[in-house]
């Protein structure tokens, strides 16, 4: 349950080698950490090719998401901007979620974990009230909006809304396209993320070494005979 590079580096390591092939379920990182955490990258790479077994990521974004969007993608004539949005419930991961987000830390704790952040409201020592650079905590719930262009000039606007859900609440994926032409979106409401997410991570067989989405092939279709 942990979604960046770093923490699940050392369990990396152990199954590299064990000479046990690594799929990260829940690191979003992984799918693409050659750009955010490069040294650690290649050096996990080189171990993994060195043993002769794969370490990488998948599960709902990998297919969910990004399979999808290329998949999409082919029905537009040009793509100038995407702007895409998923939620799901916090509540199902507990304390490493909590941690992740700086819940429990006190303020000198959490400027020292996030260098980048603003000043923190001053509520009480040990704060659930945060706000730091790209994140909004809104008491029960996180909006972590995230907006860059690529290379080639296109415009992407995201948000990954974490929350406890009420009564009547559903994780959901919602994504559209900008450019020629409009209206080529998609959305999924109530969406099953933990089975999704272990579909997609059986489906996937990568070759050795740390291997991230770009990689990738499309993952095998679904068979009624297995």
Not at 122 to 149: A, K, T, V, W
Request: glycine letters at 10%; a negative charge; charged letters at 20%.
């Amino acid at each position: 349950t942990t979604a960046t590079q770093t923490p699940l580096a050392d369990k990396a390591d152990i199954c590299a080698r064990a000479k046990v092939n690594a799929i990260s379920l829940l690191g979003e990182e992984v799918l693409f950490c050659y750009s955010s955490s490069p040294i650690l990258t290649q050096e996990l790479d080189q171990l993994f090719r060195e043993n002769g077994v794969s370490y990488t990521g998948s599960g709902l974004t990998d297919v969910g998401v990004c399979e999808v969007l290329t998949t999409m993608s082919s029905m537009m004539h040009q793509v100038t901007g995407l702007t895409g949005l998923t939620k799901g419930n916090v509540d199902l991961y507990g304390p490493i979620e909590s941690a992740a987000f700086g819940v429990g830390l006190t303020p000198s704790e959490f400027q020292k974990e996030f260098p980048s952040s603003r000043s923190l409201p001053q509520r009480d020592e040990r704060s659930y009230f945060l706000l730091f650079q790209r994140m909004d905590c809104q008491g029960i719930g996180i909006n972590s909006p995230e907006n860059f262009q690529t290379k080639e000039g296109v415009t992407i606007e995201c948000s990954a809304i974490g929350k406890i859900y009420l009564e009547g609440e559903g994780d959901s994926i919602e994504c559209e396209f900008h450019g020629k032409h409009a209206g080529v979106k998609f959305a999924m409401n109530d969406v099953p993320f933990p089975q999704m997410t272990n579909a997609a991570a059986i489906a996937r067989d990568p070759p050795t070494g740390s291997i991230s989405s770009d990689q990738f092939g499309y993952v095998p279709r679904y068979e009624h005979s297995k």
